[in-house]
């Protein structure tokens, strides 16, 4: 089975910044990652597919990249609405969650 | 607009069996693979199942092999997971979610349902 270790488990940001999670996958997943937000009580909301798709209706401030067994989630200019927790998910053998990310104000 | 909603969640002891269901609506139900994910309270989400179109070909996360079922009916539009022997560990919002076909015959979720709760106590 494939491993996501997704850090950092939790960030705090202030409105404006640039904040990056990572996922690193244990074996090279062919660039089949995808990101999602999930608000407290909400179900998650996908916001990126395959590395660095953003989904319709994603705001462009929301980026992806990477390749092989490594991969990055960046938010430039945070705004209130993105204090959430983030996600990454590895769809190429079965599906495999990263562990999570809790963006929280500074 | 794409709906799902599950239902069928509540409290059962260890050992006993649940069934939770999902209806779905606003897509083509049998165009699209189907999936349960779950979500133990404050930690993180995990897959838990997966099926085809046809319901012909079904995935489980190693825990639940054996003890989960994933079905589909696609006259009703509607998605199943039937639980059995249930354990404290199963305790978890399970949500339900639609797999969209992304390159190269891989299938990403993308639409999401509410969730139902379940609780596995004595």
């Known amino acids: 089975d494939i491993q996501m270790t997704q850090s950092p488990p939790s960030l705090s940001a202030s409105l404006g910044d640039k904040v990056t999670i990572t996922c690193q996958a244990s074996?090279?997943?062919?660039?089949?990652i995808a990101w999602y937000q999930q608000k407290p009580g909400k179900a998650p909301r996908q916001l990126i597919r395959?590395?660095?798709s953003l989904v319709s209706g994603t705001p462009s401030r929301f980026s992806g990249s990477g390749s092989g067994r490594d991969y990055s989630f960046s938010i430039s200019n945070v705004e209130s609405e993105d204090m959430a927790s983030y996600y990454c998910?590895?769809?190429?053998?079965?599906?495999?969650f990263g562990g999570g990310t809790k963006l929280e104000m500074k | 607009e794409v709906q799902l909603v599950e239902s069928g969640g509540g409290l059962v002891q260890p050992g006993r069996s649940l069934k939770l269901s999902c209806a779905a609506s606003?897509?083509?139900?049998?165009?699209?693979?189907m999936a349960w994910v779950c979500q133990a309270p404050t930690k993180g989400l995990e897959w838990v199942a997966s099926?085809?179109?046809?319901?012909?070909?079904?995935y489980y996360r190693d825990s639940v092999k054996g003890r989960f079922t994933i079905s589909r009916d696609n006259a009703k539009n509607t998605l199943y997971l039937q639980m059995d022997s249930l354990r404290s560990e199963d305790t978890a919002t399970y949500y339900c979610?639609?797999?969209?076909?992304?390159?190269?015959?891989?299938?990403?979720?993308?639409?999401w349902g509410q969730g139902a709760s379940v609780t596995v106590s004595s």
């Open positions: 074996q090279n997943i062919n660039k089949y």
């Open positions: 395959y590395t660095s």
């Open positions: 979610a639609r797999l969209i076909a992304a390159i190269s015959n891989r299938f990403v979720l993308d639409a």
């Open positions: 099926i085809s179109t046809g319901g012909g070909d079904t």
């Open positions: 998910l590895q769809y190429d053998n079965l599906w495999t």
């Open positions: 606003g897509f083509t139900f049998n165009n699209y693979g």
